[in-house]
């Protein structure tokens, strides 16, 4: 059975999530710094009424299921959320649903023990504090295969040492879910294991923060980790476990990022669609040029085909409930992210001409942001080569010197078939 229709009722929420949105969050990022930033004095005095107002409307925390206080909604329906708020920088953050405390949650939820998830889990879910998912390295990121940072086994409990690299939100967060070497000698997929490590822990230095292009502050840390010690209970999941552990987040979050991509890229055209209804040039709106209707066009069919991958993919995550077996349409999602956003940026951009490229207008440092889609939870080259081997992990070779489908073949089997 087809159907792209939304529920009345939930249909009804997501016209509410859409007006609060642009009426309320938006305004945010002209006043506030970093989302990240929760004991900003400003950041409590706006933005946790409007945290409460999402939360009195049971709207809070959607990507948990009922047993963690969540609606237990699903992909289709976050999907259709992230669209909304995913506009807004402050979006997220304002329903419970920021990176990287979504995928962090979840893998608390899953590893965590009982004292854990009082200490840490309860706040996260609260946004009483914030948290950082560290596994980037500063030698190369592309490749967790060659992660050098260690955990060794000393006395009861484990000592951590190495470097990591672009640890976001590392300044802010209370804790870190770090990924170490414990089993050098393993089989490349079995010689990490997954740590929780609260920030005060002696040993843990930022050496520096980093800034991107367009964002507030400078979020992304550069970490130091000598002689951290945590006990033995800090290991989420078994030794050797961490590939395992961290695929519990990266599905969830690279679709999650992928809705507020479209979220984002849908607001760029919005932008460029009042725009050329509007700029007159030559005695006419440069709506009725043919090759501005062209990136007008080319935008709106991107916008719906990106739409449509991600809210297939979620349909086909609830059905299986198992992100195993959507790997290919996942990595696809990550793949074609990069592009749309950049693509329609860059022609809301150049369509404003002059005024687009200034600091007046968001398109630049959107176009940055492609970028940063494109890299965070690994490059759109990797997720290509994913998509392609998922493809061709099926396909039967031709058992010839020539393709199984040439005409004379094929028209030797047809005659066969009805002689
Ligand atoms: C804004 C932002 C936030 C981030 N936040 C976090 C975070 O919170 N925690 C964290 O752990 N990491 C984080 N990262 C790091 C991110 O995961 C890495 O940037 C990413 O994995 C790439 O690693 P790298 O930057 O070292 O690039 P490299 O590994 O040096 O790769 C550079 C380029 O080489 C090419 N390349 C690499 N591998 C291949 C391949 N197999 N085939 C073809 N080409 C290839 C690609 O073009 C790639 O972009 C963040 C990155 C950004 C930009």
Redesign the pocket.
Known sequence: MWSFATDPDFQAEIDWIDTFTREKIEPLEYVLGSPWDIHDPEFVRLVRPLQAEVKARGLWGCHLGPELGGKGYGQVKLALMNEQFGRARFGPIVFGAQA?DTGNSEILAHYGTPEQKKQFLEPLLANEIVS??????PH????PLGFKTTAVQEGNGWVINGE??????ARYAAFYIIMAVTDPDATPYRRMSMFIVPADTPGIDIVRNYG?HG?PGDT?GHVRWTNVRVPPENMLGGRGDAFIVAQVRLSGGRMHHAMRTLALATRAFEMMCERVASRVTRGETLANKQMVQEKIADSWIELRQFRLLILETAWLADQNKDWKAVRKNVAAVKAIMPKILHDISSRALHLHGSLGLSDDMPFVEWLVNS??V?????????HK?TVAKEILKTVKPAGGVFPSYGHAARRAQARRLYS
């Open positions: 990287p950082c998912f560290s596994i980037t390295e190369g990121g592309a490749d990591k690299w672009f640890a976001s939100n991107v964002e992304h970028f940063h494109g890299l965070a939870d690994g490059p759109t080259e990797v080569v």
